[in-house]
C-alpha cells in the first residue's frame, strides 16, 4: 500500500496567517491527490483533486500544488471557520490511503 | 440536493455482524461508484471498500477481506456494507460516500458508529 505521510501533525496559526501542510507520498501518484477537511463530529469535506483543482464551493484562498511524491494544501489567509483537521489521500492505486491528519488550531 | 444516509450501526460483541445501509438521493445513483471510509476513534481517515456503478467490481483493504461485503440495489438507490467475524479494531464511525471520479470522495454522510466489544 502506498504510505501518505502528512507534515506536521499539528500546528497553531492565527487568523491572517498563510499556513501550508505538506503531503509526501511513499511512491509516485501521478496526480492522483485530493485533500479534506474535517471539523470535530463532522464528516470530512472534499477540498481539492487531482492536486489542485478546487471543488466547486471552495474558497480560493485555498490552493493545492505539488509533483511525484511531494504535495502540499496553502491557506493564503487563514480564516476561523479554517480550523480544523486536514487529510490527503491519494487515489491511484488500491487501497486508497489517506495521511494522518494535520490539526490546524487558533493561536 | 445530494444526500447520503447511513444507518445500522450499533453496538456489537467480537465475532459478531452487522450491516449498515446507506440511502442515497438527490443523484443518478447508479451513475456513481460508492465508497465506505471509517474513522476509529480519535483516529485518523481509511478507505474500506468500494464498488463500481453496476456493482461488478468491487475492491477492499486488507484487513477486512473475507470478512466485509459490499453491495448495492440500484433500484432502491441504496449502499450496503454486510461486516462478519467483527473484530474490536472494527471499532469506528463508517462513512457512505460518493465517488466524483476515480478515487474522489466528493460527499459524504454523517456516519454511523459501529462499536465491537465485549
Known amino acids: 500500500a502506498i504510505r501518505m505521510t502528512q507534515s506536521p501533525s499539528s500546528f497553531s496559526a492565527s487568523t491572517g496567517d498563510r499556513v501550508t501542510i505538506t503531503c509526501r507520498a511513499s511512491?509516485?501518484?501521478?496526480?492522483?491527490l485530493a485533500w479534506y477537511q474535517q471539523k470535530p463530529g463532522k464528516a470530512p469535506k472534499f477540498l481539492i483533486y487531482a492536486v489542485s483543482t478546487l471543488q466547486s464551493g471552495v474558497p480560493s484562498r485555498f490552493s493545492g500544488s505539488g509533483s511525484g511524491t511531494d504535495f502540499t494544501l496553502t491557506i493564503s489567509y487563514l480564516q476561523s471557520e479554517d480550523f480544523a483537521t486536514y487529510y490527503c489521500?491519494?487515489?491511484?492505486?488500491?487501497?486508497?490511503?489517506f495521511g494522518q491528519g494535520t490539526k490546524v488550531e487558533i493561536k | 440536493e445530494v444526500q447520503v444516509v447511513e444507518s445500522g450501526g450499533g453496538l456489537v460483541q467480537p465475532g459478531g455482524s452487522l450491516r449498515l445501509s446507506c440511502a442515497a438521493s438527490g443523484f443518478t445513483f447508479s451513475n456513481y461508484r460508492m465508497t465506505w471510509v471509517r474513522q476509529a476513534p480519535g483516529k485518523g481517515l481509511e478507505w474500506v471498500a468500494n464498488?463500481?456503478?453496476?456493482?461488478?467490481?468491487?475492491n477492499y483493504v486488507d484487513s477486512v477481506k473475507g470478512r466485509f461485503t459490499i453491495s448495492r440495489d440500484n433500484a432502491k438507490n441504496s449502499l450496503n456494507l454486510q461486516m462478519n467475524s467483527l473484530r474490536v479494531e472494527d471499532t469506528a464511525v463508517y462513512y457512505c460516500?460518493?465517488?466524483?471520479?476515480?478515487?474522489?470522495?466528493?460527499?459524504w454522510g454523517q456516519g454511523t458508529l459501529v462499536t465491537v466489544s465485549s
Open positions: 460516500t460518493r465517488e466524483k471520479y476515480g478515487g474522489q470522495l466528493d460527499f
Open positions: 464498488i463500481m456503478q453496476d456493482g461488478s467490481e468491487k
Open positions: 511512491q509516485g501518484i501521478s496526480g492522483h
Open positions: 489521500q491519494q487515489y491511484y492505486s488500491y487501497p486508497w490511503t
